[in-house]
């Protein structure tokens, strides 16, 4: 431990994992939480169910660290809110199973948080595991049509980045240090968002109750980027990106933006009619439509402690595509659809209200 950290006078903070079949990761996340020059801590994990050996490996090898079992596989979210509710501390950091923390990247993140009591949530730099100056995620914001804008993923930290600490409205995801006080009461991580907004749903409705969701660049952890997912997941992210705008999005809102999203959803039913996945898209929209019933009790509730206006959530830019996704005529055709959207932003925002 650093001489110049004090123990006596740190806040214990509790360290969950959720892990699920991470055998082949689970150590080298852990020995990084141990490694860490923060002095007190808890540790958890919350196994979702794994059909692998690692809740044993954990048990075995690292004793310390509580293991609670989910009685079936639920979800990334669904082993969130059980950390939450297992913590002990108001201070939890929540981490998938495969990152790795620089051995400041803890104390960073809650000296952020203890700077100010309405931080919510505190999320670091996402860099890449093996090329560590490339950027995984970084400064995220939530485009008005309901995906992320990650403006340097997949490039190199720039020489002039700003690493000054800073508010954002979306959390990065992967690791995040929220307040438990504050998430039970928005009532956070929902465990419908199985695939994709899960927990970036959550620190958006953080946002939106008025509370604080702060950057911290200069706190570093690493993550490798798994493989493409699998086209038969593209339903969940398209049924979670509709749920995220019809529950969170006031009436005003959905009403101006309809005319965006109308070009949005017949471009993206034209992306994937090209990955002859146009399935995908109407498997998405059913869930929305069998589900309506439900929505409706979740708006009423998320709407019920929303404070800000949207005006001051959402912004416009790029659409972020993998590269290798990208062939000429798809290149054009974002470019185009990319103007189309940052002008109509432009002439909506100053409408909109929450």
């Not at 290798?324 to 909506?348: C, D, P, Q, S």
């Amino acid at each position: 431990m650093p001489e110049n950290i004090d123990s006596k006078q740190s806040t214990t903070v509790t360290v969950a994992i959720i892990n699920y079949n991470g055998r082949d990761v689970i150590a080298t996340t852990l020995k990084s939480v141990f490694e860490s020059d923060y002095p007190n801590i808890e540790v958890i994990m919350v196994d979702d169910a794994s059909t692998d050996e690692s809740p044993s490996i954990v048990e075995r090898d690292f004793p310390d660290v509580k293991v609670y079992r989910q009685t079936k596989n639920m979800g990334t979210n669904a082993g969130r809110r059980r950390a939450i509710q297992e913590a002990s501390c108001d201070i939890v950091l929540l981490s998938d199973n495969d990152m790795i923390m620089a051995p400041d990247s803890l104390r960073l993140l809650v000296e952020t948080m203890e700077k100010c009591p309405d931080v919510g949530l505190a999320t670091p730099m996402i860099l890449d595991s093996e090329e560590r100056d490339k950027i995984y995620s970084d400064d995220v914001k939530l485009h008005y049509l309901g995906f992320a804008i990650i403006p340097l993923r997949h490039h190199k930290v720039p020489v002039d980045f700003d690493w000054s600490t800073r508010r954002m409205v979306v959390g990065s995801g992967g690791m995040m240090l929220a307040r438990k006080s504050c998430i039970l009461k928005i009532d956070g991580y929902d465990p419908d968002y199985r695939f994709g907004y899960d927990d970036g749903e959550t620190s958006f409705r953080v946002s939106m109750a008025g509370y604080k969701v702060m950057y911290v660049p200069r706190a570093k952890i690493f993550h490798k980027e798994s493989q493409p997912r699998a086209t038969g997941m593209l339903r969940y992210a398209i049924a979670t990106r509709w749920m995220l705008m019809l529950t969170c999005y006031s009436a005003r809102t959905l009403i101006a933006i309809a005319p965006m999203m109308f070009i949005f959803e017949m471009a993206q039913f034209a992306f994937l009619t090209m990955k002859k996945a146009p399935g995908e898209w109407f498997h998405g929209l059913a869930w929305v439509m069998g589900n309506i019933g439900r929505l409706k009790e979740k708006r009423r509730e998320i709407l019920s402690v929303k404070t800000v206006a949207d005006k001051d959530l959402f912004v416009s830019g790029e659409i972020f595509i993998f590269p290798y996704r990208l062939n000429l005529f798809i290149k054009m055709a974002k470019i185009t659809v990319e103007k189309i959207f940052n002008g109509y932003w432009w002439l909506i925002r100053p409408i909109l209200t929450k």
